[in-house]
C-alpha cells in the first residue's frame, strides 16, 4: 500500500520560510509527476507546484519566484521550499503524485492527508 506523507507545516510570520516534505512509503516502481495542492478554507483547491520525471516545473502565478519544488528520488521524498510567505498562503498543504507500482503497470494517483501552514500578518 503505497502512502504519501506530508511534513514541515507550522505557524510562521509573514516573511518566514518553511519546506514541506512529502515521503512516499510502500512497494512501488516509480514516482513520476509530483503536485503541492492546497486549499484554504471556503477556497478551492488550488495546484501550488508541479514536477516531471524530466525536470519541468510548474507554479501557480501566486507563488512564482517565492515557491520552490524539489525531489529526492533516492529518499522518495518531494519537497516545497516556502519563502516570503504571505498571509494568503494560509491553508492546507497536499501533496499528489503519479505512481506506478510496477514497470508495467499504468500510474495511478495519490494523495496525502495534508499539512496546515498559518502565516500570520
Known amino acids: 500500500q503505497v502512502q504519501l506523507v506530508e511534513s514541515g507545516g507550522g505557524l510562521v510570520q509573514a516573511g518566514g520560510s518553511l519546506r514541506l516534505s512529502c515521503a512516499a512509503s510502500g512497494n512501488h516502481f516509480s514516482i513520476r509527476t509530483v503536485r503541492w495542492y492546497r486549499q484554504a478554507p471556503g477556497k478551492q483547491r488550488e495546484l501550488v507546484a508541479a514536477l516531471t520525471t524530466g525536470g519541468s516545473t510548474n507554479y501557480a502565478d501566486s507563488v512564482k519566484g517565492r515557491f520552490t519544488i524539489s525531489r529526492d528520488n533516492a529518499k522518495n521524498t518531494v519537497y516545497l521550499q516556502m519563502n516570503s510567505l504571505k498571509p494568503e498562503d494560509t491553508a492546507v498543504y497536499h501533496c499528489?503524485?503519479?505512481?506506478?507500482?510496477?514497470?508495467?503497470?499504468?500510474?495511478?494517483?495519490?494523495w496525502g492527508q495534508g499539512t496546515q501552514v498559518t502565516v500570520s500578518s
Open positions: 499528489d503524485a503519479d505512481i506506478a507500482l510496477t514497470s508495467w503497470a499504468l500510474p495511478a494517483n495519490y
